[in-house]
T-cell receptor, first 113, second 116 residues
Framework: NAGVTQTPKFQVLKTGQSMTLQCAQD?????MYWYRQDPGMGLRLIYY???????DKGEVPNGYNVSRLNKREFSLRLESAAPSQTSVYFC????????????FGPGTRLTVL | GESVGLHLPTLSVQEGDNSIINCAYS??????FIWYKQESGKGPQFIID?????DKRQGQRVTVLLNKTVKHLSLQIAATQPGDSAVYFC???????????????FGKGTLLTVNP
């Protein structure tokens, strides 16, 4: 099993450009999450999807949109990138119910100039 | 408000010593506390969790202690090894955040450096 995979690993954008970060998991997990991590900060939840067909806002959703394409895939879109969105983005998945273990991908390092 | 913080941003220990990483929380409604390890350039990795009705939980070389009176938890690593060098995050799950609304709040992290 590959676990949680993310593409791309690195990306540089200019202010105003758009892009989609891709995430896929092969563990048949129900819930998926997008976090951002800034220097010296913990992870902050952007959006999450409790199950296929549902998405909800997290702590810092402004400037982002998500799509739960199917059970495996959960993408994060930046419609008009801003320098404040420079960060490392992590996707995670979780089985369901009371399970506390989230499985994280390797991250996407995004720089917005 | 809900927040999870750490007493020390960095911790340096000698190989073979025991490490103690501390975390303070403010949300009395948390029903689970979870520790994650993040190695450089990688995503966080689950270590262990503890339910709020427990005081102690042990795993392989790790022990979590929870003191609800002072809203403090700690992660103890026995016989620390160079491979334990990483950033350690505590996270809390609110009892109001369950089922389809499951969410975690992460602390800022402690950098553990193990000296050979």
């Amino acid at each position: 099993n590959a676990g949680v995979t993310q593409t791309p690993k690195f990306q540089v954008l200019k202010t105003g450009q758009s892009m989609t970060l891709q995430c896929a998991q092969d563990m048949n997990h129900n819930s998926m999450y997008w976090y951002r991590q800034d220097p010296g900060m913990g992870l902050r939840l952007i959006y999450y999807s409790a199950s296929e067909g549902t998405t909800d806002k997290g702590e810092v959703p402004n400037g982002y949109n998500v799509s739960r394409l199917n059970k495996r895939e959960f993408s994060l879109r930046l419609e008009s990138a801003a320098p404040s969105q420079t960060s490392v983005y992590f996707c995670a998945s979780r089985l369901a119910g009371a399970a506390n273990e989230q499985f994280f991908g390797p991250g996407t390092r995004l720089t917005v100039l | 408000g809900e927040s999870v913080g750490l007493h020390l941003p960095t911790l340096s220990v000698q190989e073979g010593d025991n490490s103690i990483i501390n975390c303070a929380y403010s949300n009395s409604a948390s029903d689970y506390f979870i520790w994650y390890k993040q190695e450089s350039g990688k995503g966080p990795q689950f270590i262990i969790d503890i339910r709020s009705n427990m005081d102690k939980r042990q795993g392989q070389r790790v022990t979590v202690l929870l003191n609800k009176t002072v809203k403090h938890l700690s992660l103890q690593i026995a016989a620390t090894q160079p491979g334990d060098s990483a950033v350690y995050f505590c996270a809390e799950k609110s009892s109001r955040s369950g089922g389809s609304n499951y969410k975690l709040t992460f602390g800022k992290g402690t950098l553990l450096t193990v000296n050979p």
